[in-house]
């Protein structure tokens, strides 16, 4: 699953590497790592891609989503939230 969250730019790593480092440490199960969208120099926004074993979108959507907006609480970041959600579910 890929979360944008706005205003966390990739040329910002004093904002969003503690974030990223938060989620690593206290959900490093879901394999949180970070990307951006747009093109470059810009790269306003930061996605977060994470992955769940969770039984439906919906779960996988709230589990995670909510593993995002505490990310963000925890690092101080309250003036973030996430807004895009994209899902892939991938079967075996």
Avoid: C
């Amino acid at each position: 699953m890929r979360v944008t969250v706005p205003g966390l730019p990739v040329d910002d790593e004093e904002t969003w590497e503690p974030f990223l480092s938060r989620l690593e440490e206290d959900h490093g199960e879901f394999g949180p790592i970070m990307t951006w969208t747009g093109g470059y120099p810009e790269w306003p926004d930061g996605v977060v891609v994470l992955a769940t074993d969770a039984d439906n979108e919906e779960d996988a959507v709230n589990q995670l989503v909510g593993v995002v907006r505490q990310g963000l609480k925890d690092s101080g970041l309250t003036e973030h939230a996430p807004t895009d959600v994209e899902v892939e579910l991938v079967v075996d």
